[in-house]
């Protein structure tokens, strides 16, 4: 393969059972360092499921998972982001009755003044706030609003915002732009561009073989708990990916009343 | 890694290679209620060993299920509420107010039983109106609402007491009033006592030294007890009206977005509540014959607790009315269960904490394994 | 031999705790086991069924409080109906003899309150309160309502709580809205009796004002010794728990049994008698 | 314009305030018989608060709104369902700890019996469920799982399907396929076309162009709480389309760089 | 319907014309706590009108201050546990256990204030954490773990009362014990006694008849509960601590996958709470001098009261340290001020119940209005 080095996080044969519920059935899996590595499947594959695992959220059933090559355990989400792993889950992890700035910045405060005065930088949460969020083309009436009244595009790109803002090494996407608007898409599509540039590692999840497409170097398809394979960019067309994707069933004659929009 | 080569090999998939074999013991366990089951048989297993074994024959039987099934009938109510998502805080109060309704009715306006019963029901069900239009139009937390109707109708209880009394704070001579009118049976006195007549006879029951028979019937309250169990059940899994109740105590705006009357579930259930309260107090005050201020103390607690011991959730949206009938049986059981030991009273509040907490903990840890849960 | 003890008070109230620590040295004296069963909360109830669980291990004596007859009627004739000998303690003094009980030891509540109020009236009070600190609790509702009758003058109910600074606040509070209050009579000494004495001094009048209080606390006993408070009322109701478990431990052995009913008080415990008190007080036996 | 009878769903001047923030500011729109009427805009342009004036959820600040042109007041949305409009909310309105049957029947439930005996028919309901939920391409593993641990695509496909179901006469979709995998987006496409085709009337929120203009009849644009106009199918072109929803704005220079993929 | 021509014409929009001026007051009102305001507005209006106005002169502040204190210390406990999500039912239980240990630890120990103080302390924050732990372990709600604390300490304070005073529930003679220690003036007594002799003396505060002062300083429990007041609200609201309790209490899963620390969270707001009940078991039982078996009783129920008074949400993420502070002295001015009117007391209940529900509801129903929800 193309990466002699250790990859920046890398998964192996990942088992994981809810009670009587096989989630998961031996899934491996690498993120480099500068790479998009898109995570593709069905619905229910489970691509969450797997991703969860890879930032602490619940402990894989079987299976080793190693940073930089050395072996880790990682018991909470906490620890995970300590290794620099940040993390846009698909149900966002936000605090609805809280505002903004404090669920973009939870678990993070910036703070100011020493010792037992040490107190959270409301001033300047605000502002890289009302930044970030504007980076991502999303125009916030003020900080202070409730994350709860937000528009459904607009507590996701929250949660982006916040990852990105966060990702040291590894950067997971699990459906980003599933309730995005055009623009706003566009924009995050351009950030996983401008991230990855910067030798950040990223995963992403999305159902859009176009968006896969535009951002990946490597595409993993996950099947009803098990993956079908990695394959790098260019050794697979966006066709393929997509038959994959669909299990090559009826699509052929959807599209065909469709006329190939979907 | 994978070579892209294994991208073409799609294997064939059976129907449902996803979801593991799972024994029929777990899928039972499942089940809100059965959890409890688990406590119980904890619970039972600690008086067979410790206690006086008279407390399992039948006299000792009925002599702690009395008490469960009285606060049993409250804590169906309270959990038909709990899953609604709702608390209802005034429901011991309640069983003071409806007392004296009852009682008053019956002494002072010299009602018969067949119009102080409906009047009581229909009373109670006004104030539960009353508590739940509250609840609903300002949105306020139940609790708080509750809160302040338990205080006002433990107040009312005193000053109407007072009053129907002519200045002190007990009601007598309900009992003798309505000796002998028609449906007193359904709500007073013990069922199926030329059966029990019999069996003692036969020596199958137990008696005193004396040659009294321990026990002469059962006491209708363990009757309605069962039957109201076995009535919240049906409708919580078998009717829409279940579904609706946990769809309203799960997520109120969810289930009202998708179509169901949450006003009027809610509504319901406090009426229910409130009715069982009164039930609960129709059926003690005719038994002990009098009512005081002091009655259904704390109930709505140990309702409550009842009700979470069967696995009801305080958030609302889960939990069963079998598991409130069987967290009412451990719960009495635990109560009246120290008399038949010969710990010192002074330990009552421990072994009672005690108890509780490991009959939880015991059912939680059951039902985790048996299910696989972690 | 077994003796089964049932009353309606709580075993932390500080009254029913000396109760049982008479039942228990009567049980250590006499020989017997004792069992001393109570409900957590006044609850007529939940007590006709204590007495139920008791009555089915059939014991050699029963003894029970009596505050509610028609709710603990049932429980009671069911015991004498097995043959069990009944003796009924603190209250049911009217209902002993109609229940079928051998006797009763202890006094009514309703006399010793209208005992304490004659003393009051004759110690010159007008106007006066009556602290209860669990309002419908039937046994201290007679409490008041005896000494209403036998103060005859002005008199009002204060309800509290248990907490000491609560009840303390709410007597300084009936004292400074009415000033011509001159009497308190609490129903207990230790939850209600020394904050009063504490609100009196707050709002400066206690040189003024007559406390009495019902039963003993130690605290209590040394404002009567400083002539801060009147008196209180002593029941003796170490020996309501004393007297009827030896009674039965000696009706068991011997078939022995007084003939009549035993009255335990009252007895005021004012300044000259009151040194003697206090230790025994601090140790719950009186 | 080309229907002269009522449209079934008419809404007029429609305006909403959340306190002090205004999400609409008088908005107008109808929905007629066999057509698909697509709502675009972009994130926080009120969408999802105009659809929800329309099912009941909460009544607007001002405006009318008629059914068949009489005028009509929905104060909850049981009344909305009772006239015929069915709604696939953006956040689903399930109830996690229920079970996929009780969800897809919530507000409906079957009955058998009669008099005082009748009771849900648990048969007949997990039957009618698994088969809408495989017509939709996914196969449930059980009836009685939990929908707070289905994935995210799963769980929106039981809210559609449930909609589709009940969905007498106008059925409102809001972002129905943003958790889909592609061959859930298709099925539910041509479920679209296919219940245009019976004459129910379709509302339907997306932010891809492609999806709208492959089922839209009609195509209506929001911004910032306003309109920006209606038009119909064949009046206007995928790329201003586009253009309109993203304001025209930096998206021309993002889409250089990613190769027009968005 | 609009023509397609309109399509072209997309105004130019100003940056925020979605925002609608809002007054000042609107945006204070929209803060949890300040809700309250209107209820301590409305309830002490009521007693200017119908008490005996000594109710409000600096002795009858205090008077009333007082207990509303005391409660007010175990509120803000309560309140920040709620605000994160978990109840403790067994701080009122704690209070008596707390003022055993107090207790014991001086007069049968014969420990010096210095070394009781930080022991009960200590014993308060194990059982909070052992609170925690359980809760945290096992999952099981919060409700039902305290709940058996609560019945276990109160059970065991009995059990050690009786032990440390050879057989009375009230253990006393802790006051003499203590006199003259170091930092008793921490924990007893009052404050600023220089400064009201001043005020005294220059009649700027109010005397008996006979020319002694009517009060004589500041109960020290007033200090405390103000102090705490202001920190808790620091915490809250301008520390990176504060933005994870509303966290863990807002969605427990959504804080830990944000990396909140959810488990400390919890575990140290149980011991918070633990430690506000102990702090009050030491203030009051060096206030009475002696302790017994029924301190505390239902105390943690008036400090959830308070709490929601204040603002608090049950279900957790919601509420505010100052809004449990009015909350504490709306409900302990409701509770004594009773006593100041003319009012039947036997109405007391009934007046409580009714003051506190009017008070909620006047408070909703003003932020309402003020910031135009509806
Ligand atoms: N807590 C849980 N308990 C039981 N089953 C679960 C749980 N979480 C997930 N599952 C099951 O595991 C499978 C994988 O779910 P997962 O959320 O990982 O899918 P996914 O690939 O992310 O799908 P989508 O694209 O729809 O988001 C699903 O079939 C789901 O029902
Ligand atoms: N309950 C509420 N309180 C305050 N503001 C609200 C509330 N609900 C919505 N809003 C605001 O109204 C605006 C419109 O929200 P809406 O959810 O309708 O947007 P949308 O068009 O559906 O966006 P998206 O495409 O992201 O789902 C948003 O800016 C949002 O912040
Ligand atoms: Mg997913
Ligand atoms: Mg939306």
Known sequence: MSHPEHPLLEMRNIEKQFGNIVALAGVSFAAHAGECHCLLGDNGAGKSTFIKTMSGVHPPTKGTMLVNGQPVVFDTPRTAMNA????????LAM???MSVTRNFWMGREPTKGWGPFKRFDVKFANAVTMAEMSKMGIRLREPDQAVGTLSGGERQTVAIARAVYFGAKVLILDEPTSALGVRQTASVLATIDRVRKQGVGIVFITHNVRHAMAVGDCFTVLNRGRTLGTARRGEISAEQLQDLMAGRQEIASLEGSLGGTV | MNPPGILQSSPAVPVDERIKRISPLAKLMRRPELGAVAGLILVTGFFLAVADPVMFNLAGLVNFLTPAAQLGIMALGASLLMIGGEFDLSIGSMVAFAGLIFGASITVLHLPLLAAVPLTLAVAG???????????RTGLPSFIVTLAALFILRGLSLVGLKWATGGSTQLRGIAEAVQGQAFLGLFSGKVFEGLFATLTEHRWLPRFDNGEPMITGLPVEIVWFVGLTALATWVLLRTPLGNWIFATGGDPAAAKNSGVPVRHIRIGLFVVAAMCAALVAIITVLDSGSTD???GFQKEFEAIIAAVIGGCLLTGGYGSAVGAFLGSIIFGMVMIGLTYTRIDQDWYLVFLGGML?????????IRKRVTGER | QNIAVVTHG?????????????VEAAAKDSGVKVTYRAPESFDMVAMSRLIDAAVNQKPDGLVVSVPDASALGAAIQRAVKAGIPVITINAGLESSKKLGALLHVGQSEYDAGKSAGEKLKEMGGKNGICVNQEVGNVSLDLRCKGFADGFAGKTKVVPTGNEPSE???KVKAALDSDTSIDTIMALGAATAGEPAVAAAKDSGRLAKIRIATFDLSAGFLKA?????????IDQQQFLQGYMPVSFLALHAKFGLMPGGNVPSGPNLITSEKVSQVIELSAKGIR
Chains 1, 4 share one sequence.
């Open chain 2, 357 to 365: 907490l490991v009959a939880v903990l015991f059912n939680n840890s």
């Open chain 3, 10 to 22: 709580q075993a932390n109230d500080p009254f029913w705790s000396v109760v049982k620590n008479g």
């Open chain 3, 167 to 169: 009840v303390r606040a």
């Open chain 2, 126 to 136: 006004i104030i539960g109106v009353v508590n739940a239009a509250i609840v609903i």
């Open chain 2, 293 to 295: 201020a002091r009655r």
């Open chain 1, 95 to 97: 605090i609805p009755l």
């Open chain 3, 224 to 232: 009567i010794a400083a002539k801060e408070a009147a008196f209180a």
């Open chain 1, 84 to 91: 620099g792993i940040a993390t846009v889950f698909q149900d």
